[in-house]
């Protein structure tokens, strides 16, 4: 089993900046990939940035230029640094990662962009 933890959503404005902050319930070099996923209302969950354990990155169209992911394996965390924030941003970020073929999920974390 794997618990995630996330941290750092909230309210900013259109323009502006977040950082959220994932952490896997212990030390694990066999959860691989990370990353994180979205769902905004009405729409379906959809990848945003995910990681392999050898730093091989795929980020969607949508985000490529304004955030970036980032992951520690050594203490299975991983983050996503937002930038240039805008309306459509706005969702419920999930954290994922996979380990032995099964995906875990966060509890998610609201992520909201004013215009």
């Known amino acids: 089993q794997v618990q995630l933890v996330e941290s750092g959503g909230g309210l900013v404005q259109a323009g502006g900046s977040l950082r959220l902050s994932c952490a896997a319930s212990?030390?694990?070099?066999?959860?691989?990939?990370m990353g994180w996923y979205r769902q905004a209302p009405g729409k379906q969950r959809e990848l945003v940035a995910i990681m392999d354990i050898s730093g091989t990155t795929n980020y969607a169209n949508s985000v490529k230029g304004r955030f970036t992911i980032s992951r520690d394996n050594a203490k299975n965390t991983v983050h996503l640094q937002m930038n240039s924030l805008k309306p459509e941003d706005t969702a419920i970020y999930y954290c994922y990662c996979n380990k032995f073929g099964r995906d875990y999920w966060g509890q998610g974390t609201q992520v909201t962009v004013s215009s």
């Open positions: 212990r030390s694990d070099f066999s959860i691989n990939p």
